[in-house]
T-cell receptor
Framework: DGGITQSPKYLFRKEGQNVTLSCEQNLNHDAMYWYRQDPGQGLRLIYYSQIVNDFQKGDIAEGYSVSREKKESFPLTVTSAQKNPTAFYLC?????????????FGAGSRLTVL | DAKTTQPPSMDCAEGRAANLPCNHSTISGNEYVYWYRQIHSQGPQYIIHGLKNNETNEMASLIITEDRKSSTLILPHATLRDTAVYYCIVRVVGFKTIFGAGTRLFVKA
């Protein structure tokens, strides 16, 4: 079945460490996204990528970095510059070619900074 | 800066229809209305979307008013597994989808 795979599901990090969250899709979607969700809150856009080797900052990009070397993969690095990284991170993708822009989400990665 | 207004929470009895309202008075003519839901600690799940006409699929129905300033998501026979946060979204800037706070639906036995 096609879908989005995020790993790891749970991750613990010490302060000052960089961590990378994996996101892989086999839907042949062009666009991919990273969202952050804090407890009881909605989703906030971190970065998005419309095509390979191109990406744009979302609303809360500071302290994060991404790459898009392959269509299927869009890893997110949470750097030590991110002051409050404990959150639930969601990766999503869209076809982008149809008029509607329906998002397919992964199951999420929960990052806790110790 | 979500363009939608939803009640923060609603209750529904199991087996009854759940009607979730959404106001989007500043919607543009080419903007779709989307609904997603998020069950606790999972990724959001797409439910339905529409532009002008009412839509129905195996999960739900979407009723959009004629002036397009509001819509209602209808879950015809709510079950306990429908307890979730439901997001109504109309703002799609290029490839950016912006989420608001949503409505927390509690389905009670």
């Amino acid at each position: 079945d096609g879908g989005i795979t995020q790993s790891p599901k749970y991750l613990f990090r010490k302060e000052g460490q960089n961590v990378t969250l994996s996101c892989e899709q086999n839907l042949n979607h062009d666009a991919m996204y990273w969202y952050r969700q804090d407890p009881g809150q909605g989703l906030r856009l971190i970065y998005y990528s419309q095509i390979v080797n191109d990406f744009q900052k979302g609303d809360i990009a500071e302290g994060y970095s991404v790459s898009r070397e392959k269509k299927e993969s869009f890893p997110l690095t949470v750097t030590s510059a991110q002051k409050n990284p404990t959150a639930f991170y969601l990766c999503a993708s869209t076809d982008g070619r149809s008029g509607a822009n329906v998002l397919t989400f992964g199951a999420g990665s929960r990052l806790t900074v110790l | 800066d979500a363009k939608t207004t939803q009640p923060p929470s609603m209750d529904c009895a199991e087996g009854r229809a759940a009607n979730l309202p959404c106001n989007h008075s500043t919607i543009s003519g080419n903007e779709y209305v989307y609904w997603y839901r998020q069950i606790h600690s999972q990724g959001p799940q797409y439910i339905i979307h529409g532009l002008k006409n009412n839509e129905t699929n195996e999960m739900a129905s979407l009723i959009i008013t004629e002036d397009r300033k509001s819509s209602t998501l209808i879950l015809p026979h709510a079950t306990l597994r429908d307890t979730a946060v439901y997001y109504c979204i109309v703002r799609v800037v290029g490839f950016k989808t912006i989420f608001g706070a949503g409505t927390r639906l509690f389905v009670k036995a």
